[in-house]
């Protein structure tokens, strides 16, 4: 398949059975993925089964995607993201995704199926970015929109990892502040 064909296409593709679409989109896309869920798990056999389950659901959910809610790229790592959190909740249950330093608080905000989500729930989160600090805004919106890692993250602005977290942490924590207001 062409490599100018957008994820956006192969997921409208994979909708309808493509078969072939399903193929390049994984193989566009799976190493991504993998290491978001490999972050998370911190097992890669876990990760390799997890991976599976994954495209398991963007094959079954590809015709819900909707790019006014995002890209796919992102659509399809807040899935591997919530798998493999439901998979440490599944093993460990007394472990929650709040912990402090835990940054992936943010995607308990798309938990919800992209038909389902209320546009007033997407303009207060709109608002409340654009109320962040300009650097808070970036780190989480690069972190979390455009799926950088915090290895990357730590690269392209030479910063410490540890630094990085801190800085997600404190946009994460006024982002909740502002929506709670909201």
């Known amino acids: ?38 972050r998370i798990l911190k ?12 495209f398991l659901k963007v094959w079954q959910k590809a015709g819900s995607y ?27 249950p007394e472990q929650t995704v709040d912990e402090p330093g835990d940054e992936e608080e943010i995607f308990r905000l798309t938990d919800q199926d992209a038909n389902a989500v209320d546009v007033t729930d997407l303009e207060a ?3 409340c970015l654009g109320e962040m600090k300009d650097d808070d805004r970036n780190y989480v919106l690069l972190a979390y929109y455009e799926g950088y890692s915090r290895e990357e993250l730590a690269e392209r602005f ?6 990085i977290k801190t800085r997600l942490r404190r946009g994460l924590l006024a982002l909740r502040a502002c929506l709670e207001r909201a």
């Open 1 to 38: 398949m062409n490599m100018d064909v957008t994820l956006e296409t192969l997921l409208q593709a994979t909708a309808k059975g493509d078969r072939t679409a399903f193929r390049t989109l994984y193989d566009r896309s799976s190493a991504k993925l993998f290491g978001v869920i490999l």
């Open 43 to 54: 097992n890669r056999q876990k990760a390799e089964d997890v991976l599976q389950d994954v």
């Open 66 to 92: 909707d790019s006014a809610q995002g890209k796919p790229i992102t659509w399809m790592a807040t899935i591997a993201r919530n798998r493999a959190i439901d998979v440490i909740r599944a093993t460990r």
């Open 125 to 127: 989160l709109r608002f």
């Open 158 to 163: 030479e910063s410490p990892v540890g630094t």
